[in-house]
């Protein structure tokens, strides 16, 4: 069984451009790569203009797209009117069990249990590997 996710960034406009994730979604995999290796806007939005994914991984190229990598119709992200409709929205409409947002140069994450609100992402690196 997959854990899927949703991943958007919010636009200038205040709306949030999304993807569907497919596979490892969860925080300690996507999250993780979202936070380590995607840090600015235009990674995020290279990333999103691949359509949904079925693996995410650290470089754009290494990510596995429906479209561009199994000649699937292309999946356009989901526009939603604010941050606030993809949280009450987006889980429902992508059939996600988390969400990413990227906003104002940060990811978030909004789904972990028994929490009803936005959580910030912090990805460190341990330096004794």
Not at 6 to 30: C, K, M
Request: with cysteine.
């Amino acid at each position: 069984m997959s854990t899927s996710a949703a991943i958007g960034i919010r636009e200038p406009d205040g709306t949030v451009r999304a993807i569907r994730l497919n596979w490892d979604g969860y925080v300690a995999h996507a999250g993780a790569i979202l936070g380590g290796w995607y840090k600015t806007a235009e990674e995020v939005n290279a990333l999103i203009a691949l359509g949904d994914l079925s693996e995410i991984n650290e470089t754009v190229e290494s990510c596995v797209a429906y479209h561009r990598d199994r000649g699937e119709q292309y999946r356009l992200p989901r526009t939603f009117a604010s941050v606030e409709d993809y949280q009450y929205c987006g889980m429902g409409q992508m059939n996600a069990n988390y969400l990413y947002i990227y906003d104002d140069g940060a990811w978030h994450v909004y789904g972990i249990a028994r929490t009803s609100e936005w959580i910030g992402l912090e990805v460190t690196k341990n330096m004794e590997d």
